[in-house]
């Protein structure tokens, strides 16, 4: 009964280059949520989607990042033309969507984005 | 600014002792969560208590909520050095959807 499977673990891109982080949610879970850390920090709500509809980017900047969480296959969260302050641990969260709101998010590993 | 602010950002004891954190937020919540990272991992849910409750316990945690203040306070009792972490709490906020809204955060260490 996997968990919440995040990838890549690790990620080096150099400034101009375009990031796509991959989550797959916890099987039976239809809602997902990308959250950026930066170190010693908590941890700040990007977007928020539910299968093939985003209900919440409020926290993602309106320039370079998209998410998606298409009707089959992972979510991706992509960011474009990445500079040195894309730099964080993005962390990926789901829910089943059924415990209403506010309810017990599970998170994967993480990928750490390193940018050059 | 952040729903949640934990206090204090940093705590070390010894094994064996109590550790007490306390987060403070701002607006009206349904429920609030208290999350424990390990380095470099993800976050992993510890309990969550409900506004209309006052006190839950789990294992060697216990939780309360005082919603007139808007806090609330993790202790972990009889420490040890597995225990070291960062914990977070998290809250929904009436009118914030389903996403949580994490503080900063407490970073404990335990020693053997």
């Known amino acids: 009964n996997a968990g919440v499977m995040q990838n890549p673990r690790h990620l080096v891109r150099r400034r101009g280059q375009e990031a796509r982080l991959r989550c797959s949610p916890m099987k039976g879970h239809s809602h997902v949520y990308w959250y950026r850390q930066l170190p010693e920090e908590g941890l700040k709500f990007m977007v928020y989607?539910?299968?093939?509809?985003?209900?919440?980017e409020s926290g993602m900047p309106k320039e370079r990042f998209s998410a998606e969480f298409p009707k089959e296959g992972p979510s991706i969260l992509r960011i474009q033309q990445v500079v040195r302050g894309d730099s964080a641990a993005y962390f990926c969260?789901?829910?089943?969507?059924?415990?209403?709101?506010?309810?017990?998010?599970?998170f994967g590993s993480g990928t750490q984005l390193s940018v050059l | 600014s952040q729903q949640g602010e934990e206090d204090p950002q940093a705590l070390s004891i010894q094994e064996g002792e109590n550790a007490t954190m306390n987060c403070s937020y701002k607006t009206s919540i349904n429920n609030l969560q208290w999350y424990r990272q390990n380095s470099g991992r993800g976050l992993v849910h510890l309990i969550l208590?409900?506004?209309?409750?006052r006190e839950k316990h789990s294992g060697r945690l216990r939780v309360t909520l005082d919603t007139s203040k808007k806090s609330s306070s993790l202790l972990i009792t009889a420490s040890r050095a597995a225990d070291t972490a960062s914990y977070f709490c998290?809250?929904?906020?009436?009118?914030?959807?389903?996403?949580?809204?994490f503080g900063g955060g407490t970073r404990l260490m335990v020693k053997p």
């Open positions: 969260a789901s829910s089943p969507g059924s415990g209403g709101r506010g309810e017990k998010l599970f």
């Open positions: 998290a809250t929904d906020g009436r009118n914030a959807g389903n996403m949580l809204t």
């Open positions: 208590i409900r506004s209309n409750e």
């Open positions: 989607l539910q299968k093939e509809n985003i209900i919440d």
